[in-house]
Every structure is written in C-alpha cells, then in structure tokens.
Nanobody, 115 residues
Framework: EVQLVESGGGAVQPGGSLRLSCAAS????????MHWVRQAPGKGLEWVSS????????YYAAAVKGRFTISRDNTKNMVYLQMNSLKPEDPAMYYC????????RGQGTQVTVSS
C-alpha cells in the first residue's frame, strides 16, 4: 500500500520560510518521479514541483520558481520542499504525490502565511 506522509507545515509571516517533508513507503521509491501539489481553499489542485528519480532534475511552477526547492533522499525514501520568501498567495494544503496530477497523494500539511 502506497503511503505518503507529509509534515512541516505551519504559520509564517510573509517572507518567511518553511521546509516540508514527505515520508514515502509501500512502493519502489526510486522508480518514481516525486511531486508536490497544493490546494488553496475553494480551488483545485495545483502542481508545484517535481523531481526526477535520482534527483538530478527539478521542475517548478512559474508561481514558485526561484523561491521553492524540491529535493529527495533516496536512502531514506524522503522528499522535501524548501519554501522561501513565502507570499500571501502561497497558503494551501500541500501534498506530496506520486504523480503530477496528485491523484496518489498523502493527507497533506497546511501552510498559512499571514502577518
């Protein structure tokens, strides 16, 4: 059974930083690109970032490029999302996902940005 467990969310002020973590289990981690998607209240799922099997390539949505950094540790089956310079438009539930559309995802971790 695929399990993706996110952590690290919280409340920060604009300009602040958070590091999200995702623990993956139940599948061969190194066989998959891994992704982060998010969902703001009243909106659909939005793709945020992806990383290749070995972590050598990363991809970002335009809204977060230059501020967020995705990484993975294949020895620990972990995926991370370092979020810097958080903006008022970044608050959402953030999900670690096995696919870019977020159809297979964890329970999410909440990110709030407010002054």
């Amino acid at each position: 059974e695929v399990q993706l467990v996110e952590s690290g969310g919280g409340a920060v002020q604009p300009g602040g930083s958070l590091r999200l973590s995702c623990a993956a289990s139940g599948f061969t981690f190194t066989h998959y690109y891994m992704h982060w998607v998010r969902q703001a209240p009243g909106k659909g799922l939005e793709w945020v970032s992806s990383i290749t099997h070995g972590g050598s390539e990363q991809y970002y949505a335009a809204a977060v490029k230059g501020r967020f950094t995705i990484s993975r540790d294949n020895t620990k089956n972990m995926v991370y999302l370092q979020m810097n310079s958080l903006k008022p438009e970044d608050p959402a539930m953030y999900y670690c996902a096995q696919d870019q559309r977020g159809e297979v995802r964890g329970q999410g971790t909440q990110v709030t940005v407010s002054s």
